[in-house]
């Protein structure tokens, strides 16, 4: 019967620890710049908290298009691309979006589909 109350209180020790390293280790890791990014854009801010791992996918894309940018580009092709380019929720509001939605169209909708829908998951009515 003791054995079976010692090994009880040691798993309760143990595992509220290792659920909450686990939980931990689920969330992406931000570095001081991709949170200034974030802090920047109200979407990027709303869904740090409900969905971080887009929010990931989101500063890797940036970071992509960057790198890309350093790359030399003809004038005409970057009009070009700037013309059909796709906008971000609230585009005043989230300048490093509304710069990768020009920088990278084709990358940016698919990004862009999955903010404005997880945004309007996070901002529901209260009632």
Excluded: C
Aim: charged share 20%.
């Amino acid at each position: 019967m003791w054995n079976r109350i010692v090994i009880a209180l040691i798993a309760a020790i143990i595992l509220p620890g290792a659920s909450a390293r686990a939980e931990l280790a689920a969330q992406p890791i931000f570095t001081v710049a991709e949170q200034a990014i974030i802090h920047r854009n109200a979407a990027l801010t709303l869904l740090t908290k409900s969905d971080p791992w887009l929010v990931r996918q989101v500063l890797d894309a940036i970071a992509q298009s960057q790198a890309r940018q350093g790359d030399a580009r003809d004038a005409a092709g970057q009009t070009a691309a700037s013309a059909r380019y796709e906008r971000p929720p609230e585009p005043e509001h989230n300048p490093d979006l509304d710069h990768l939605g020009r920088s990278s169209p084709e990358a940016a909708h698919d990004l862009f589909q999955l903010i404005k829908k997880a945004v309007a998951t996070t901002k529901k009515p209260a009632r």
